[in-house]
């Protein structure tokens, strides 16, 4: 199911149609629908090469993205064919006939397999094609490999690409979409909730309460999105032990960084605030800070995104119960919801 993205859609569109050499990267948090907008936009485009990556060694990658490449101008694959260098696989795609789009999802796990790619691929972009018909998309969801290997000031590609966009999750009125049999009231609800992920919004079940949806997916330990908020940052972060205790900490209402180093006990307030701020470059928390505060240095972060924040507060609410049964949630009708600052 494909909702909204017009404006996102149109914008490749418009890459597409510039009739020139494209190197457009695509970034964003993990489950916010960035591959299926690359399928809706290239499903009518001929040639094309959508090559997802995984994480294994280099030459299964290499071999990978080789066939599919030879695959979009040929009609068979030689087995075990594979170009004999990234070099010359990112070459052969200047070879494509016609308006070829090229697209690399999951461009961060070929640089943990190869530190070298960028280089390379920057390389063969200056010689070669910047000056093709090719469009060129890099796809990737560790926000911060992304912005360090990609479009930082030291990273090799850094001034090549000729577009880029960090796709945000969906806004309130897509909501309704989704669950179209909700009132408003419960479509504002259940997006307060989930945010806009179009993953999160498609695991709910729309014939289910928001209440019911929530037990079932979140707080239940088989539930599909119980572990997710741990699973994001494990992806992310080397040592996440201390970001989930000032995760925990901001969760449980404490945002000034006096309040969250006391509460978190991550450490002084120096290595708190390091912690904070890749914390916001991986879009986790925000700062934000009233037009009234007389001390805005000291009031750094704002609410955690609507999953985790939901999450860490309904755990504590529900810690003495048993999933769907006893008081509190168990007992929660269609429209009741437990009495907690969400």
Not at 249 to 266: D, F, K, P, Y
Not at 267 to 272: E, M, R
Request: proline share 6%.
């Amino acid at each position: 199911m494909f909702i909204d993205r017009e404006a996102e859609t149109a914008q490749l569109e418009q890459r597409y149609q510039s009739g020139r050499g494209e190197l457009f990267v695509l970034y964003g948090r993990r489950r916010v629908g960035k591959t299926e907008l690359l399928r809706t936009f290239v499903a009518a485009k001929t040639p094309a090469v959508f090559f997802i990556a995984i994480l294994s060694a280099d030459y299964e990658q290499l071999q990978a993205f080789s066939q599919e490449v030879w695959r979009a101008g040929h009609t068979d694959v030689p087995e075990g064919f594979t170009f004999p260098s990234w070099d010359a696989a990112f070459r052969a795609r200047a070879d494509l006939p016609g308006r070829p789009v090229v697209i690399l999802d999951e461009f961060t796990y070929l640089i943990s397999g190869n530190k070298s790619i960028p280089a390379i691929l920057q390389k063969v972009w200056a010689a070669q094609l910047s000056r093709s018909q090719v469009m060129l998309i890099l796809c990737g969801s560790y926000i911060g490999l992304m912005e360090q290997e990609v479009l930082g000031y030291r990273a090799p590609l850094y001034g090549r690409r000729t577009g880029g966009y960090l796709l945000p999750p969906l806004d309130l009125p897509a909501t309704a979409a989704f669950f179209p049999d909700y009132t408003s009231t419960q479509q504002l609800e259940t997006w307060a909730v989930l945010g806009g992920m179009p993953y999160y919004l498609t695991t709910f079940n729309p014939r289910q309460n928001l209440w019911a949806n929530i037990r079932q997916h979140i707080l239940d330990p088989q539930g599909t999105l119980y572990h997710e908020p741990q699973l994001l940052l494990l992806e992310e972060l080397r040592e996440p032990r201390n970001y989930f205790s000032i995760l925990r900490a901001i969760a449980q209402g404490h945002t000034r960084l006096n309040e969250i180093v006391q509460s978190s006990g991550g450490g002084t307030a120096n290595t708190v605030a390091r912690y904070l701020d890749i914390l916001q470059q991986l879009r986790v928390v925000e700062r934000r800070v009233s037009v009234t505060e007389t001390q805005p240095e000291k009031k750094p972060e704002g609410p955690l995104s609507n999953l985790r924040r939901l999450l860490a507060i309904l755990v504590q609410l529900c810690a003495a119960q048993s999933v769907g049964a006893g008081d509190g949630l168990g007992r929660q009708g269609a429209g009741a919801a437990p009495q907690a600052d969400v």
